[in-house]
């Protein structure tokens, strides 16, 4: 009676999973951006009034078209994520601690959350924490996907940063209430240990 029960609950769940219509979401990834403003190719080459006419790869502009046009033919199912290290590379990652400006920056470019990579830490957990604090001062960024941050109980270096997770401005998770995203790709997003729920909105 047992396998018959076990069964029949299989069947019912498969045939559950099966019939569910199918969903669509568009996923817009980037990472390694090192505060590559303008892209990557010879600064000298670089002509953004003029596209097309150099070897200029990436750069926040041309990634903010790609973004924008998406979410146009996309509209409502498209999550923008950076898999971290988007910090670090450049001089303008110097401005950091003093404006904060590249998370608000990514912010209105259109990104639903960063992930954050090694060189994130280049300066260390104070300074990181400092940039983050001097960003949400200036305005709304991505939220902030830490997954497999460890804090020191006998380093007080990492406290100003500890105190950012306690009060949520990152986290291991990230609830996105606007779609419905797939189990499987929530490891993906989300690189978290922790139980996510996604809902339609």
């Given at each position: 009676m047992k396998k018959i029960l076990l069964s029949f609950l299989l069947t019912a769940c498969f045939m559950i999973v099966t019939a569910q219509a199918e969903k669509k979401i568009v996923i817009l990834h980037t990472n390694d951006l090192h505060s590559r403003l303008y892209g990557y190719s010879p600064e000298s080459a670089y002509s953004p009034l003029n596209p097309g006419n150099d070897n200029t790869r990436g750069g926040?502009?041309?990634?903010?078209?790609?973004?924008?046009?998406?979410?146009?033919?996309?509209?409502?199912?498209?999550?923008?994520?950076?898999?971290?290290?988007?910090?670090?590379?450049?001089?303008?990652?110097a401005l950091e601690a003093e404006t904060g400006f590249q998370l608000r920056l990514m912010k209105s470019m259109g990104y639903d959350l960063v992930c954050l990579g090694n060189h994130e830490f280049d300066f260390g957990p104070e300074k990181f924490a400092a940039i983050i604090n001097q960003s949400l001062a200036g305005g709304?960024?991505?939220?902030?996907?830490?997954?497999?941050?460890?804090?020191?109980?006998?380093?007080?270096?990492?406290?100003?940063?500890e105190k950012l997770f306690t009060a949520k401005i990152m986290d291991r998770s990230i609830i996105i209430e606007r779609m419905l995203v797939c189990p499987c790709v929530a490891w993906i997003i989300c690189d978290s240990r922790a139980s996510i729920k996604y809902r339609k909105a």
């Open positions: 926040f502009s041309r990634i903010a078209a790609v973004m924008k046009a998406e979410r146009n033919n996309n509209p409502g199912i498209t999550l923008t994520i950076d898999g971290g290290d988007f910090l670090m590379g450049t001089l303008f990652h709304a960024i991505p939220a902030i996907v830490a997954g497999n941050i460890v804090f020191s109980e006998k380093d007080s270096k990492d406290d100003a940063l």
